[in-house]
């Protein structure tokens, strides 16, 4: 008897189980306008060899750059990066449906929770400084990685300089 319940037992979850197989769409949507089928469009801001206009491509060739610094154990933005951010806030203006992402890194040197504060309160001071600008918060968000995603490796001023920094990445 303890066998046949056993039988059933695992019958009943095979059952349940192919229950919940997925199946497939009856009518799959078109291919998107000036593709083949089965090929998507690029996601890196070029078509063949020129720049779409808006895109993280775009941004990085119209800036003078991506990315501020910050000296150690510091998140205020200095002439330099004044500088750097006003050249965004332009190309941003020029594309008001522009979404972007500041991150905020550090260096190796402190804890993981220390880095990921002090990433966060870098990404914050740049983006605080695109809000006075005249940039909506709403089109600006922020993330830190702390010293989880460094730019050089090694453990030496020169490296730690390039670590300390908030990246404008352009999300949509």
Known sequence: MANLSA?????????????????????L????????????????????????PGSQQDFIASVSSDTVYFDTDMYDIDAEDRATLDSQIAWLQ??????????????ERGTREYNLALGDRRANAAKNYLVTRGISADRISTISYGKERPKALGSDEASWAQNRRAVTVIIG
């Open 7 to 27: 039988k059933l037992f695992v019958a009943a979850g095979l059952l349940a189980a192919a229950g919940c197989a997925k199946k497939p769409p009856a009518d």
């Open 29 to 52: 949507p078109p291919p998107a306008v000036g593709t083949d089928q089965g090929t998507t469009a690029p996601t890196d801001g070029t078509v063949g060899n020129a720049v779409v």
């Open 94 to 107: 020029r594309y008001p449906q522009a979404r972007v992402t500041l991150e905020g890194h550090a260096d």
